[in-house]
Nanobody
């Protein structure tokens, strides 16, 4: 059974930082690129970041470029999202997804597996 479990969300002041983690099990982790999406209340889920299976390639939404960094530890089957300079607009539930695809990382339907999400609230 494939399981993705996000953690690390919480309440932070604007300008602060959080690091999200997504631990994967039940799959061969290096076969998957991993993505981060978020969904704010009343809005559609949107792409945030993605990282290739090796970690050698990363991709970011324009809204988070320069502030967020995705990394992965294949020995721990875990992907991370370091979020700095957080803004109230970053408030959302953050989800990690896993895909065997090597393209279209910013597309929601590319991902076959999803975690349950972790909530991030940025106070102004």
């Amino acid at each position: 059974q494939v399981l993705l479990v996000e953690s690390g969300g919480g309440l932070v002041q604007a300008g602060g930082s959080l690091r999200l983690s997504c631990a994967a099990s039940g799959l061969t982790f290096i076969d998957y690129a991993m993505g981060w999406f978020r969904q704010a209340p009343g809005k559609e889920r949107e792409f945030v970041a993605a990282i290739s299976w090796s970690g050698g390639n990363t991709y970011y939404a324009d809204s988070v470029k320069g502030r967020f960094t995705s990394s992965r530890d294949n020995a721990k089957n875990t992907v991370y999202l370091q979020m700095n300079s957080l803004e109230p607009e970053d408030t959302a539930v953050y989800y990690c997804g896993a895909t065997e695809s090597q393209a279209k990382y910013s597309v929601y339907s590319t991902y076959a597996r999803w975690g349950q999400g972790t909530k991030v609230t940025v106070a102004s």
